[in-house]
């Protein structure tokens, strides 16, 4: 019998050829799109599952309120790191990090710039990232320790055991290699090519050997181990006032645990509450993905009930032989399903031939393992519903034809036959209109923030790393830079143009008692305003004519709004208990959120405060480029040359937004494409199905355009009921989204009815083309049999 069914399968896949063409086409690409998707979704949602105390790890925050309002950050003092230790019994473990970054590790003549965390002895047996050699306990004991990884070992070792080999750090201090790692997994949220201790940073570094017991300065970032997760609320309740038992009590201050687990998908809080993340795509695009696969479930349904005529004597036949219903059932069952595996095939050559172009986008190493047991079990389970969802309906109205009818010819889908045809049509096109709407509008949302008034000029625009080296010989390098002409201006400061490094508060006259501001702070020296072509909206830049200056301030016109100084300049600002004088207001520059509103900033004259140094190149950028290299090379010979343009910089914060808009303007797209696919075929089947009844019409003197008119209208009229459906919801939803984001566009009236047109146009090109063939078609020959 399953012989039987199989041939009667392939001689009807052959026989229909297009239109099993159509059928496989569809679902393959709308497996292959949901594939790709959840391959992204899938590595999101693995981020620091391979660690495996991920679910008793949490970090450390401070919810602190102010102004009426919660601000959460992630950073806390460096005593915390003692504390936690002895804070409740719960507590297993708790380690200390810095924030990272990129450092000079020198082997010989070979130097490479990579990224390290310095870490408490604790992290490792902690975190638990495998170590190829030496002890998690043990190997950031001693203060000079470096555990590398696999691939640095490689680059500055070779095959040669790096175990007690030495590595210079930063051109000042001889680390011994005590540990080698794993190479870090992408989906770690800790990214990192080597370790140093803890001690090494308390030895090397002033301020933070001063910050040690000092609870006022929260600049690090602490994690605790749980005996079991289930004690998180309990330690929670212990740790709260932890800082306001230790003298912070300038405002209300809490602390809290914040999972491991919601790390990487719930990173964003509005008024001390988880407001999202990276979770919002994750839950975008599996919505997508399951669309897709309803729209090429549906377009399957639509042809096969749309040929059911043409297996209505097989059905006939059968039922009157003494085949049984529920038999006649799992037959058309079976063949879907087939047909499924046929596109989950195709599906698999696509998703293979596209993943290359897929990771360069999503800029991730995805990859189908076909070894493993998830993939088996998802094929298996996307073949099954694909097939079952898009074959039961076929199946269930193909097995309930009437034996006597089918064979008496009577078989008639009457006036409703096509009723669930239409619903499943209308349903395609509603997805596909909120789609496009969506996709516009999340599009204009993102030009409206990259267009906004930045307040700098990016162009020509460099910042370089600042070194020890830099910091001996700045004064001279900046000389001979300027002296060049290869630069215009250079300056120094405690972060780029394009980032915030810190946050503090500041009083002027008239502020109330109870009124707390962060302000942002920019520690700097001559010449930022000029280099980084902020414009001077009162007052003066920083100026070495006026030594006075190393205890003046600046602040941007955000700050000056709030404060509503009338006579600003001169006026004396409360810093750090001290009196400062108000020197100069500059334009607001746009460092943090794109999203949000300019925050008050104000900058001091600090330049033993510095992280980054910014040059404004002049003339040809390659030659200046080259003549900022050579004076570096010398000033600065211990590092590798190593800059980045500020547009740069500024363009990678919109690199998850853009790539979710790209992704989301793709998946759009082929949804259309697959609804388009199946409207075809659809659109073909009416005008074959309707050959005779347009043969009778020209031959009674209907011209070729009535003839078109007349099919054509009933499919507008299915995609003006799916834009009254969707309009009103993607408006709902696009308004919910955008609710968000501080700074948003007001969503344009005319996107509606431009998508509403598009779609109706796309619908109609593809049936037009279609019913045209058959409306120019010979009458006699349509009518021959009759």
């Not at 229909?16 to 059928?23: E, K, M, P, T, V």
């Not at 990272?100 to 390290?116: A, C």
């Not at 590798?640 to 790209?662: C, G, L, Q, R, W």
Request: a negative charge.
């Amino acid at each position: 019998m399953f012989r039987n069914y199989f041939l009667i399968t392939l001689r009807n896949i052959f026989k229909n050829g297009f239109y099993s063409f159509i059928n496989i086409t569809g679902l393959a690409i709308g497996i292959a799109c949901s594939l790709l998707i959840l391959l992204w979704v899938s590595d999101e949602t693995s981020y620091d599952k391979f660690i495996p105390k991920s679910d008793r790890i949490y970090q450390v925050w401070t919810n602190a309120e102010f102004n009426g309002e919660i601000n959460s950050w992630i950073s806390v003092p460096q005593p915390t790191y003692e504390a936690m230790k002895v804070a409740d019994n719960n507590i297993v473990n708790a380690t200390i990090s810095d924030w990272g970054g990129d450092q000079l590790l020198t082997v010989g003549d070979n130097r490479l710039m990579k990224r390290g965390f310095r870490v408490g002895s604790e992290f490792l047996e902690m975190f638990e990232f495998p170590l190829v050699s030496g002890s998690a306990t043990t190997v950031l004991d001693d203060p000079t320790s470096i555990v590398i990884s696999q691939e640095l070992a490689t680059m500055l070792f070779g095959e040669d055991d790096p175990i007690n080999q030495v590595i210079r750090l930063n051109d000042e201090s001889e680390m011994k290699v005590t540990g080698v790692l794993n190479n870090i997994p992408k989906n770690s949220s800790f990214q990192f090519d080597f370790l140093v201790s803890w001690q090494y940073y308390l030895q090397t570094s002033n301020w933070v050997l001063e910050s040690k017991d000092n609870w006022g300065n929260s600049s690090f970032q602490v994690f605790v181990e749980l005996d079991d997760q289930s004690n998180h609320s309990k330690v929670e309740d212990v740790v709260r006032p932890m800082l306001t038992e230790n003298g912070e009590d300038d405002m209300p201050k809490e602390i809290f645990l914040y999972p491991m687990e919601r790390w990487r998908l719930f990173s964003t809080f509005d008024n001390g509450k988880e407001e999202g993340g990276m979770n919002d795509y994750v839950q975008l695009f599996s919505i997508i993905a399951i669309f897709i696969i309803v729209i090429a479930c549906i377009n399957f349904m639509n042809l096969a009930t749309a040929r059911s005529e043409r297996r209505a004597k097989e059905v006939g036949i059968r039922k009157s032989i003494g085949s049984k219903r529920y038999e006649l059932i799992m037959q058309f069952m079976g063949e879907s399903i087939f047909i499924s595996l046929l596109a989950y095939l195709v599906a698999i050559l696509f998703t293979q031939l596209l993943l290359p172009f897929y990771n360069d986008l999503v800029d991730k190493q995805l990859f189908i393992d076909y070894t493993s047991s998830q993939f088996i079990i998802y094929s298996l389970l996307i073949i099954l519903i694909t097939g079952v969802v898009s074959g039961s309906y076929p199946a269930l109205y193909l097995s309930s034809f009437q034996p006597v009818k089918v064979l008496k010819g009577k078989v008639s889908t009457g006036k409703n036959g096509s009723l669930p045809r239409k619903v499943l049509v209308t349903i395609q096109f509603s997805f596909s209109i909120l789609l496009i709407i969506g996709t516009l509008v999340i599009l204009q949302q993102i030009d409206m923030v990259r267009n906004r008034e930045l307040g700098y000029d990016q162009k020509k625009l460099i910042t370089i790393r600042y070194t020890e080296e830099i910091e001996k010989n700045y004064d001279v390098l900046k000389t001979e830079l300027l002296r060049s002409g290869a630069i215009s201006s250079m300056t120094r400061s405690n972060s780029d143009i394009t980032s915030i490094n810190s946050n503090n508060f500041l009083g002027w006259p008239g502020k109330p008692e109870d009124e707390r501001v962060i302000f942002t702070t920019v520690a700097t020296e001559y010449d930022y305003a000029k280099t980084m072509g902020i414009k001077m909206l009162m007052g003066r830049d920083f100026s070495e004519d006026f030594k006075s200056d190393t205890a003046a301030i600046i602040i941007n016109k955000a700050a000056l709004e709030l404060m509503d100084l009338e006579d600003p300049i001169g006026t004396e600002l409360d810093l750090w208990g001290d009196k400062r004088p108000l020197i100069g207001v500059i334009d607001d520059v746009l460092m943090g959120s794109l999203y949000r509103e300019v925050k008050p900033m104000f900058m001091i004259l600090n330049p033993n405060w510095v992280g980054s140094v910014t040059i404004r190149l002049q003339g040809d950028v390659a030659e200046a480029l080259a003549e900022v290299e050579s004076k570096f090379n010398v000033y600065n010979s211990a590092y590798p040359f190593e800059y980045t343009f500020v547009d740069d910089d500024f363009a990678e914060k919109f690199k998850t937004i853009n790539m979710t808009s790209t992704l989301a303007s793709l998946f759009a797209t082929l949804t259309i494409i697959i609804t388009g696919l199946g409207l075809f075929g659809l659109a073909a089947f009416t005008a074959e199905q309707r050959t005779k009844e347009i043969g009778v019409r020209k031959v009674l003197g209907a011209s070729v355009s009535s003839l078109i008119s007349l099919i054509s209208k009933d499919f507008s009229k299915l995609v003006i009921v799916s834009f009254i459906i969707s309009s009103p919801l993607a408006w709902w939803l696009l308004n919910m989204y955008l609710e968000r984001y501080p700074i948003r566009i007001d969503i344009d009236w005319w996107i509606f009815p431009l998508t509403g047109v598009v779609s109706l146009l796309f619908a109609l090109i593809i049936v037009v083309t279609q019913v045209f063939r058959a409306a120019k078609a010979n009458p006699v020959t349509s009518l021959r049999s009759e």
